[in-house]
C-alpha cells in the first residue's frame, strides 16, 4: 500500500523540517510512503532551508521539495502534488494532508 503526504509550505521552513523529522520513524517502519513539500512561493529562504534538511538528514529517498512558481493557497498547494502522484505509474493508495506544524506521533500512518 502506498502513501502520498503534502505538506504545503509557507515560511514555516523550521516547522515543516520538524514535521518531516517526526515523520522518519513512520517511513523507516511502514515503508511505501512518499513526501512532497510544496513550497507556495514563500518568497524567504524556506526552499533552501527544506532542500538541506532534505539533503542533510538522507530524506531523498522518500522526501521531495516542489517550490511552486505561485501562491495559490492551501488547496493548490496540495493538488500540485496530488496531481502528478495520482498520474504517476504507481498511484497513491491515500493521500495524508499536513500542516507544517505536524508532529507525527508513532502509528499515526498505519497501512
Not at 11 to 28: F, Y
Not at 68 to 92: K, Q
Request: hydrophobic share 40%; aromatic share 6%; proline share 6%.
Amino acid at each position: 500500500m502506498n502513501v502520498l503526504i503534502v505538506i504545503v509550505n509557507y515560511r514555516t521552513a523550521d516547522l515543516t523540517v520538524d514535521c518531516l523529522r517526526s515523520l522518519t520513524d513512520e517511513v523507516n517502519s511502514l515503508g511505501g510512503i512518499r513526501v512532497v513539500v510544496t513550497d507556495n512561493q514563500s518568497g524567504d529562504d524556506s526552499p533552501t532551508k527544506i532542500h538541506r534538511a532534505i539533503d542533510d538528514n538522507n530524506w531523498g529517498g522518500w522526501a521531495s521539495l516542489m517550490p511552486l512558481a505561485r501562491n495559490g493557497g492551501f488547496a493548490y498547494g496540495n493538488n500540485e502534488a496530488i496531481r502528478p502522484g495520482l498520474a504517476g505509474d504507481d498511484p497513491p493508495d491515500f493521500v495524508l494532508l499536513l500542516n507544517p506544524d505536524t508532529v507525527v506521533r508513532p502509528g499515526a500512518v498505519i497501512k
